[in-house]
Every structure is written in C-alpha cells, then in structure tokens.
C-alpha cells in the first residue's frame, strides 16, 4: 500500500496533501487556494519527518493509504 493522502487539522480548519502515484504531491486549502490545489515537491525528496506530522501550524488527523495494483 502506498500513501496517497494526508489530512490535517488545526485552528478549526482543514488542509490536506494529494499524493500521485509517481510522488507528485499537491496541497489544497479551500481558504487560500480555493478550488486550485498547488503543486509541492516530490515525495521522495522531503523526510518522512516534514510531511507525516505537520503542514504549517497544523497537525495530521488522518493518512490515505491506496493499493497500486489496480
């Protein structure tokens, strides 16, 4: 299984990360993004530390796990 999502919360709001299957990550937060997400970094290239405990002030509530063999 690999990691295709992340969900974090913090000061009553939510923002997550979509990850691609090739690693491309995209950030959306309907405050300042609307109903664009943003493209980030690959991630392969960020520590497992920056990506599955924070995003800014917030915190992760939840992570999206998808099998690859479909």
Same mark, same amino acid.
């Not at 979509?18 to 959306?28: N, S």
């Not at 599955?52 to 917030?58: A, M």
């Given at each position: 299984?690999? !990691?295709?999502? @992340? @969900? =974090?919360?913090?000061?009553?709001?939510?923002?997550?990360? =979509? @990850? $691609? &299957?090739?690693?491309?990550?995209?950030?959306?937060? /309907? @405050?300042?993004? /609307? &109903?664009?997400? !943003? $493209? $980030?970094?690959? !991630?392969?290239?960020?520590?497992?530390?920056?990506? !599955?405990?924070?995003?800014? $002030?917030? &915190?992760?509530?939840?992570?999206? =796990?998808? &099998?690859?063999?479909?």
């Amino acid at each position: 299984m690999k !990691l295709r999502g @992340i @969900i =974090y919360a913090g000061q009553a709001h939510f923002t997550c990360r =979509y @990850i $691609e &299957r090739d690693g491309t990550m995209w950030f959306h937060d /309907g @405050i300042t993004t /609307g &109903r664009n997400c !943003l $493209e $980030e970094v690959k !991630l392969q290239s960020l520590p497992d530390k920056l990506i !599955l405990h924070r995003c800014g $002030e917030k &915190r992760v509530t939840a992570v999206i =796990y998808a &099998r690859d063999d479909f």
